[in-house]
């Protein structure tokens, strides 16, 4: 992985026919969508659509599997950039993944709805994808409980409570609204901080 600036959401990473199909399933959800539906608002013939995808549920695959890709690469950006300090390392991660549940709300709204939606084999690799950033957080949490930083009785317990609050951000923000990502990912932060014992 080369370096990414993981603050940055300027640029989607979605291809045009996919950024539709976002919208689309986002709008009608998975098993509300046709295929037809799915050609129509990506401005395709239905033999167009099958050329670049086989199926519906290649796309919302390939959607998943992009939106996991797109939010590890930048965990891994904002672990790097805390180096070895620990209340960094968290302060980092959840910023990341508050402005990731805010800068691509529709993505991040899909990817934790329609998980059901997978066929077996595309559901267990999104489980596992999901697992291995979990289990990312509670590797911060463990080692700042083992330097005595953090005051953390269950770290999964924890990691599973703050994940639960910062993908929330999916489900109401808006760009309306009064709160912009980033103050929403500073005032997270503070929270994540209270609950390890650091504020």
């Known amino acids: ?22 919208k689309t399933f986002v709008a009608h959800g998975y098993h509300g969508t046709s295929t037809r539906t799915l050609a129509r608002a990506a401005g395709l013939s239905l033999p167009g659509l099958y050329y670049h995808f086989a199926s519906k549920h290649a ?24 180096g070895d300090d620990v209340v960094l390392q968290l302060g980092l ?29 595309a559901q267990a690799r999104s489980i596992a994808a999901r697992d291995r950033q979990e289990y990312l957080l509670i ?27 910062c993908t929330g951000i999916s489900q109401w923000f808006s760009t309306a609204g009064p709160l912009s990502p980033g103050s929403i990912a500073n005032d997270y932060v503070r929270y994540a901080q209270r609950l390890v014992g650091l504020v």
């Open 139 to 165: 590797d911060i949490l463990r080692l700042g409980a083992t330097r005595g930083a953090f005051d953390v009785a269950d770290a999964s317990q924890l990691a599973r409570a703050l994940i639960t609050m």
């Open 93 to 121: 991660h959840i910023q990341c993944l508050a402005l990731f549940h805010a800068h691509r709300r529709e993505l991040a709204f899909l990817a934790s709805t329609e998980l059901r939606s997978l066929e077996p084999e």
């Open 59 to 82: 796309i919302i695959v390939a959607i998943m599997d992009l939106a996991m890709d797109d939010l590890w690469r930048r965990s891994l950006a904002a672990h790097a950039e805390a």
């Open 1 to 22: 992985m080369g370096e990414m600036d993981w603050r940055n959401f300027e640029q989607d990473s979605l291809p045009p026919l996919l950024r539709c199909a976002v």
